[in-house]
């Protein structure tokens, strides 16, 4: 049981090592697409994560082709506010794929356009905020994947 967590471009070192501790807590892995935002020696990456950094399955890729290149074929899901169906209806299988773009602008518009069938978005019920916090996002989205392959 379990995810690959894929962040493209992270910023924020304390979201990057938040969600390494999540991926390890959910049996997920962690892949992270270059360039990042931080270096991840930075002591917020690691104090984030606290000891358990160096258990964390990671996977580091130079740039959004190399990682496609490499996980091609693979079950794709991209989180994006502006996708059009709700993260609740994701098709979830174990190993899948979920993607999530930078803090500050999210995922490519070049990918959200190719995988729009594949787009999906946590529901917002405020019009006083554009986006969830990162580390909350993938939270919700990796544990309602949880739920839903152990209810079937």
């Known amino acids: 049981m379990g ?54 399955s990671l996977f580091i890729y130079e740039n959004i082709d190399d990682f496609f290149l490499k ?7 991209f989180l994006s506010s502006h996708g059009t169906q709700d993260y609740c209806s ?23 356009e190719e995988n729009s069938n594949l787009v999906y978005n946590i529901p917002l019920y405020s019009t006083h905020i554009r986006s969830l916090n990162l580390a909350n996002a993938v939270g919700i989205v990796v544990y309602e994947g949880i739920r839903n392959i152990n209810a079937h």
């Open 3 to 56: 995810f690959n967590i894929v962040l493209i471009e992270p910023e924020i070192p304390t979201n990057t090592g938040n969600i390494g501790r999540l991926s390890l807590a959910s049996g997920s892995k962690l892949h992270l697409v270059k360039p990042f935002g931080f270096e991840l020696s930075d002591k917020r990456v690691k104090r984030a994560g606290l000891d358990y950094w160096k258990h964390i």
């Open 71 to 77: 996980n091609k074929g693979e079950h794709f899901a």
């Open 90 to 112: 994701i098709d979830y299988k174990d190993d899948m794929f979920l993607i999530f773009g930078k803090e500050s602008v999210g995922l490519p518009k070049d990918i959200v």
